[in-house]
């Protein structure tokens, strides 16, 4: 079996700063593409940022030039370094990974982490 752990979620200052990290434990060949969604009350989920194998990150318009996406294969870890934060930001945090649960089949298996709450508030 295959879990995300989240963690590094929290309340804080408009401005400031929080990083999330997002572990893949169990049995599998190889991740793939890994990302960070959120979702505040009362709004659909929304795709925060992508990175790839290759290392390729994009953002949301919304979240471009504050957040940084990254990962640690080695660990089998994503990352999402936030900045620069906003009351908008507020929401649960959730990270997606793509798994290759064996060496050959048709497409990776979708995870999601538990989520991890933000708060930005003075």
């Known amino acids: ?10 309340l804080v200052q408009p401005g400031g ?7 893949a434990s169990g049995i599998f060949f190889s991740i793939d593409t890994m990302r960070w969604f959120r979702q ?12 790839t194998t290759d290392l390729k990150a994009s953002y949301a318009d919304s979240v471009k030039g504050r ?12 990352y999402l370094q936030m900045g620069s ?13 793509d798994i290759w649960l064996r060496e050959i089949q048709n497409a ?3 995870y999601w982490g538990q989520g991890t709450q ?5």
């Not at 505040?40 to 990175?51: D, F, S």
């Not at 934060?85 to 990974?97: G, H, I, M, Q, S």
């Open 85 to 97: 934060l906003k009351p908008e930001d507020t929401a649960v945090y959730y990270c997606n990974v």
């Open 1 to 10: 079996q295959v879990h995300l752990v989240e963690s590094g979620g929290g």
């Open 118 to 122: 933000v708060t930005v508030s003075s």
């Open 17 to 23: 700063s929080l990083r999330l990290s997002c572990a």
């Open 67 to 78: 957040f940084t996406i990254s990962s640690d294969l080695a660990k089998n870890t994503v």
């Open 40 to 51: 505040a009350p009362g709004n659909q989920r929304e795709l925060v940022a992508t990175i």
């Open 108 to 110: 990776p298996d979708d």
